[in-house]
């Protein structure tokens, strides 16, 4: 974490609070544990910030495509919803975190033509379809630190560079957070996670909701792993959710993405690698919610690939393939405190290479336990122990520990 990177979240939070202090006189004494107010109600503005600090994580195991670590940096967050009428809304968030500037997150128009239906289209940097966690990826409804491991670990695959063989791709288990490949851009640089919790993609989105269901359907750019603001390809990712709450505290989604992931110049790289439409990104994953008392369960699970240009012998014949999977939980054991925990995966398909037929990525796995206290309503303090397990890589084992401190309005 460096001065500079660390510093834009602090002057971030401190411009933030001026502005919420110019409020509406009758919220602005209250603006530290409600969302501030102007213009008669029709601009309300919420904000986050997180101060995060653990054990150096030497086998890079929280590491973010913001090359930083999930256990060690500053975040800030401000978001704003512009009324504009009964059917019209704007919204917009700005975030700063360690290992990035300030920059916008989201910024969409959001549509209802019919004010007494449920039917909603959202055109922009949108919220994302596909999974649950993607949506709720703040320290506030986290209820432990750490990122689940398909939001977040980097793999070896990247949008900018492409292995020429199996055997150049297996040399990189387990180390995506400095993959090196021949083909495209040959500096050393972070691999992609499964789906990205820290960007949005652009596109238009519609939902619509009829009694327990709810469907979503989207067209954006990128992928789950590589979102893009501005597009590189012809086409962009489509993808789809479908959820259902067939009883009160409980709620199962089904999701579908298919979207190209490289850059435009791997693809004009050479030419056997310049068979574009087929090299997508294409993922399968289902959610679940349950609370009920003290209790809140939630997990997801993800089947997804990544189809790469099969070059020189040994070829990558077929999509690389994988599974992710994690379930959590958390349990109030009295007002203002909880202990929370998750399970969590990442299995990788075989592939083969000169060395045998082998897994393309070194699995991980993850065990995380914490525990939380709330010193106000909107003040709560985190701590966190973290087990790592990889099947590879110079370090396959780590035991971490970290602590947060989470305001929000």
């Known amino acids: 974490m460096t001065i500079g990177q660390s510093g834009s979240a602090v002057l971030f939070w401190l411009g933030l609070a001026s502005l919420a202090a110019c409020a509406e006189p009758a919220l602005a004494q209250d603006w530290l544990t409600t969302p501030a107010t102007l213009v008669g109600g029709r601009i309300v503005l919420a904000g986050d910030a997180s101060v995060t600090f653990g054990s150096g994580d030497e086998g890079f195991f929280n590491y973010t495509n913001y090359e930083s670590s999930t256990l060690r940096r500053i975040r800030a967050g401000l978001a704003a919803r512009v009324v504009a009428g009964s059917r019209l809304s704007l919204l917009a968030e700005l975030r700063a975190e360690t290992g990035s500037h300030v920059e916008p997150y989201a910024w969409y128009a959001r549509v209802q033509p019919w004010p007494d239906r449920s039917f909603v289209v959202q055109a922009g940097r949108i919220p994302p379809v596909f999974g649950a966690y993607g949506r709720r990826a703040y320290p506030q409804d986290n209820p432990l630190i750490g990122d689940p491991l398909a939001y977040q670990y980097l793999t070896s695959i990247r949008y900018d560079a492409v292995p020429a063989s199996a055997d150049e791709l297996l040399r990189m288990r387990g180390r995506g957070w400095l993959a090196s490949y021949s083909v495209g851009n040959p500096t050393p640089a972070p691999g992609l996670p499964v789906v990205s919790a820290l960007r949005w993609n652009t596109g238009i989105q519609a939902r619509v909701g009829w009694r327990a ?19 590189e390809h012809g086409t962009g990712q489509v993808s789809g959710r479908m959820a259902i709450t067939p009883v009160v505290g409980l709620a199962i989604g089904v999701s579908v993405a298919r979207g190209p992931y490289l850059s435009k110049d791997v693809l004009d790289a050479g030419p056997s690698a310049g068979t574009g439409p087929s090299l997508r990104q294409q993922s399968l994953g289902t959610d679940l919610e349950f609370s009920r008392g003290r209790w809140l369960v939630r997990g997801e699970a993800i089947v997804n690939s990544w189809s790469v240009p099969a070059l020189s012998a040994p070829r990558i014949e077929a999509p690389l393939g994988m599974t992710a ?85």
């Open 213 to 231: 269901v709810e469907a979503s359907a989207a067209w954006t750019m990128g992928s789950l792993s590589h979102p893009l603001v501005k597009p």
């Open 325 to 409: 999977a994690f379930i959590e939980g958390r349990y109030r054991l009295r007002p203002g405190f909880y202990l929370a925990g998750r399970l969590d995966r990442l299995a990788f398909e075989q592939i083969s290479g000169s060395a045998g037929h082998v897994p393309w990525e070194a699995g991980v796995s993850r065990v995380e336990l914490a525990s939380g206290y709330s010193l106000t309503r909107h003040l709560i303090v985190k701590a966190c122990y973290q087990y790592n397990q990889r099947d590879g890589g110079r370090i396959r084992r780590s035991h971490l520990a970290a602590a947060q401190w989470l305001f929000w309005f």
